[in-house]
């Protein structure tokens, strides 16, 4: 097995672990609104589906993906950097060279400030989702019945958590890989690392294989369609919040760190830590609506045991 499939078999596992998650998560939606249809009707039903912030099933699920994938992508990313450039310097770098955990809590950080947006877009999603249906059922006429039939033939949930997943799992990775980085002795740069195959849209074929200093922001184009809309998306690692949906949904990059050397080709060690970059989002107690399941759901699973 090569090393991109051990890759891909690691993050694909935590990505079908939490695609039920999500399932169950969107099926909350369609089960609660076709439940205020019966029973209130559809303007009743329309404006209990608007006036949702947060679906509270979200975050568990959100909060378990980070630990597992953004914790697997920092230690993948060390020990890629260790085993392709530390063996020929460890007499020098000190073969008692252990991993420093200062990742872990980076990642549960990044975790902390952006977990309420993210989880925001979901549910903005998935809520979307349903008034598609019922906006094609007005203009086609459907009764309330119908409606309820094409909401559950057309599996929704499980359409969106798999988009969910994978889109989740590759930003918490990505996060991982950058803090994974933090802690090895030597200066990188970081290299935008696209999926080889036709499904690679247009905007990261062109960023494949750009290398940037570690805080730096990839310039990846914004497409609509096949053709580039002359925006920019300034983004971090593949999966950030930042960029815009059609550079972040169903994403399969991943960044890949690769040591600076100097004019002797020599590592560069070191002399201080590098900055944390981390998009400051709301807090739960600034989100006004968040159930308080939700904020003690965040609470009691933000920390994690090695």
């Given at each position: 097995?090569?090393?991109?499939?051990?890759?891909?078999?690691?993050?694909?596992?935590?990505?079908?672990?939490?695609?039920?998650?999500?399932?169950?998560?969107?099926?909350?939606?369609?089960?609660?609104?076709?439940?205020?249809?019966?029973?209130?009707?559809?303007?009743?039903?329309?404006?209990?589906?608007?006036?949702?912030?947060?679906?509270?099933?979200?975050?568990?699920?959100l909060t378990g993906?980070?630990?597992?994938?953004?914790?697997?992508?920092?230690?993948?990313?060390?020990?890629?950097?260790?085993?392709?450039?530390?063996?020929?310097?460890?007499?020098?770098?000190?073969?008692?060279?252990?991993?420093?955990?200062?990742?872990?809590?980076?990642?549960?950080?990044?975790?902390?400030?952006?977990?309420?947006?993210?989880?925001?877009?979901?549910?903005?999603?998935?809520?979307?989702?349903?008034?598609?249906?019922?906006?094609?059922?007005?203009?086609?006429?459907?009764?309330?019945?119908?409606?309820?039939?094409?909401?559950?033939?057309?599996?929704?949930?499980?359409?969106?958590?798999?988009?969910?997943?994978?889109?989740?799992?590759?930003?918490?990775?990505?996060?991982?890989?950058?803090?994974?980085?933090?802690?090895?002795?030597?200066?990188?740069?970081?290299?935008w690392s696209a999926?080889?195959?036709?499904?690679?849209?247009?905007?990261?074929?062109?960023?494949?294989?750009?290398?940037?200093?570690?805080?730096?922001?990839?310039?990846?184009?914004?497409?609509?369609?096949?053709?580039?809309?002359?925006?920019?998306?300034?983004?971090?690692?593949?999966?950030?919040?930042?960029?815009?949906?059609?550079?972040?949904?169903?994403?399969?990059?991943?960044?890949?760190?690769?040591?600076?050397?100097?004019?002797?080709?020599?590592?560069?060690?070191?002399?201080?830590?590098?900055?944390?970059?981390?998009?400051?989002?709301?807090?739960?107690?600034?989100?006004?609506?968040?159930?308080?399941?939700?904020?003690?759901?965040?609470?009691?699973?933000?920390?994690?045991?090695?």
């Open positions: 097995m090569t090393s991109q499939q051990r890759y891909d078999k690691i993050f694909i596992g935590i990505e079908e672990l939490y695609l039920k998650k999500f399932r169950i998560a969107h099926q909350f939606m369609v089960d609660a609104f076709i439940s205020d249809l019966k029973q209130y009707g559809l303007q009743r039903a329309q404006s209990n589906l608007t006036v949702l912030l947060i679906n509270d099933k979200i975050i568990p699920a993906i980070y630990k597992r994938a953004g914790l697997e992508g920092a230690r993948w990313t060390l020990n890629e950097l260790r085993a392709k450039h530390m063996r020929p310097v460890m007499k020098k770098a000190g073969a008692g060279f252990g991993r420093n955990e200062e990742w872990i809590r980076q990642v549960l950080k990044y975790l902390e400030f952006n977990i309420l947006d993210l989880a925001q877009r979901i549910t903005d999603t998935m809520r979307e989702d349903i008034l598609r249906i019922i906006s094609e059922g007005i203009d086609q006429g459907w009764g309330i019945e119908k409606m309820v039939a094409q909401m559950r033939s057309a599996d929704l949930p499980l359409r969106r958590a798999r988009t969910i997943a994978r889109t989740e799992v590759v930003r918490a990775a990505n996060v991982g890989h950058a803090e994974g980085a933090k802690t090895f002795p030597f200066e990188v740069n970081k290299r999926a080889s195959d036709h499904r690679t849209r247009h905007s990261h074929r062109k960023i494949n294989n750009i290398m940037i200093d570690e805080v730096d922001r990839f310039k990846v184009p914004v497409y609509k369609g096949d053709k580039p809309n002359g925006q920019v998306d300034n983004m971090l690692h593949p999966g950030d919040p930042d960029g815009s949906a059609a550079n972040v949904i169903n994403c399969r990059c991943r960044i890949i760190h690769e040591p600076k050397r100097d004019g002797k080709g020599q590592l560069i060690r070191r002399t201080t830590s590098p900055a944390t970059v981390i998009p400051m989002r709301q807090t739960p107690n600034q989100i006004p609506g968040i159930g308080i399941a939700a904020r003690k759901t965040l609470t009691d699973n933000i920390t994690v045991d090695v």
